[in-house]
DNA sequence: CCAATAGTGTCTTTGAGACAATATGAC
DNA sequence: GTCATATTGTCTCAAAGACACTATTGG
């Protein structure tokens, strides 16, 4: 960053002071600033099902219609400068979900600040991309009075129009996680505590929308157990008349 | 997006408006504004180093420090609302580099947003990478006046003090690269228009700081002829005193 | 015994890493 | 011929995909 942000209107502020050979000088002009907001991207499993948490929006624009959370960095340019962006983001999860900061994965998507695509100004967005296990997901506004609610990603979503450019971070957040699923543990944070193989293996094929074979998937998690990522838990889990599984659960 | 920006005195705006059972109604108070940026970190690869574009700053604070190319975002808050953020960055890489805007490699990397990371005020930066080719790299600056330069990341780079959180954002960048280079195509954006598989080679390893076995890096690069990633170009290159290779470019 | 899911094992293919041998052109 | 690099090929191992079988429970 080698800008010179306009403090104050009696500073003299300089546009940018980069490699400046080429670079033409402006005149002390003040440069309009823009709002920055954060939007959160809250997944969950529930019942083998990738579920995004969308609110209503109460005014103007979309007024109605379904949205990410989000709102404004809260900012001051004296002092303490006011919130981190990453603050901010942590700050509307637990607004929307009732979670206590901190709880949860989160991290940061994209950053989304092409013109016009709030009408009433200016507006550039942070996305970040939330984790809310399925304990706390279906604690989640369990009959709430319609403002907040879980959507499918592959029944409901597709169908929906969404507020502002809210699709495109949308599909952007789902290709990530699909992106990093093989490649990280965040299907870890997409489970309860304590989960069986097949649970695992369920939050898998609801991420990627695709099946995975038990036998080999298993073959991935026994890696898993050699290299220490997770331990078995006590207790076994039935489902249905079968034969019950064992319990596992990530070594921190 | 699901903010209300305040637009203006008059309109009595909402700081957000997510789900908001559990959220705290503000009275219409007016949320201060951050400046908005970009920094560019710009590569190339010269005589198979990384190599990074750094600016001398010419104002305070960090006057005569290097830092990365960047600037503020040129926004407004009525019309058209001025320049989009990848537009920005584009700019900014143009005014740094002289190259035309759209002539080279250009992805988003991070949105650095900390409070605090700019001394004059609240400064939020959305950090770019843009890979510019050797031809480019050499034509850039060839003797500048010392306002722009290019760094080794690798012998250089580590002991120098960068402007605000810089270091961090190279650092971030060079991670980036690194983590895709295996999974996509970018180091041909590293290489000139048409390149043997050792000068192919050598890139990979000036980013990955590591050798790689010549035969089977040519193996990978087999699998890429087969695909029609790259295709045979006339000509022939020499390399001392010995057997000239054969000239490859990229499949566009 | 039967239904249904849990768990184990085999075969094959693909790609990465270690390493040896041959080909070609400058000198 | 010699030197230096280009190019081809072999062996091994790790991981993924396809697929068959055994184990354990509820009924």
Not at 101 to 130: H, M, N
Not at 163 to 190: C, M, P, W, Y
């Amino acid at each position: 960053m080698s800008h010179t942000p306009d403090m104050t209107q009696a500073e003299s502020a300089t546009i940018g002071s980069g490699p400046t050979k080429r670079r033409t000088r402006r005149s002390p002009t003040l440069q309009e600033k823009p709002s920055v907001g954060v939007d959160v991207v809250i997944f969950t499993v529930i019942d083998s099902d990738l579920k995004v948490l969308l609110a209503k929006r109460e005014g103007q624009p979309f007024k109605g219609v379904w949205s990410l959370p989000g709102g404004l960095v809260r900012v001051r340019n004296s002092g303490d400068q006011g919130e981190g962006i990453e603050q901010a983001a942590h700050r509307e999860l637990s607004e929307a979900t009732g979670l206590t900061p901190g709880s949860c994965f989160v991290e940061q998507l994209y950053t989304f600040g092409k013109a016009g695509r709030d009408p009433r100004g200016r507006v550039i967005s942070v996305a970040w991309i939330a984790l809310v296990s399925p304990d706390q997901g279906r604690a989640i506004h369990p009959g709430d009075q319609g403002d907040a609610q879980w959507f499918s990603t592959h029944e409901e979503i597709p169908w929906m129009r969404l507020a502002f450019d809210h699709a495109e971070i949308l599909d952007t957040a789902v290709e990530r996680i699909r992106g990093k699923l093989d490649h990280s543990n965040i299907a870890f944070e997409l489970v309860p505590e304590t989960f069986t193989v097949a649970e695992l293996r369920d939050t898998y094929e609801a991420i990627k929308s695709r099946t995975y074979d038990a036998r080999n998937f298993r073959r991935r998690f026994q890696r898993m157990i050699g290299e220490g990522v997770v331990t078995e838990a006590p207790g076994k889990r039935h489902r249905g008349k079968a034969r019950p599984a064992k319990i596992w659960r990530l070594q921190r």
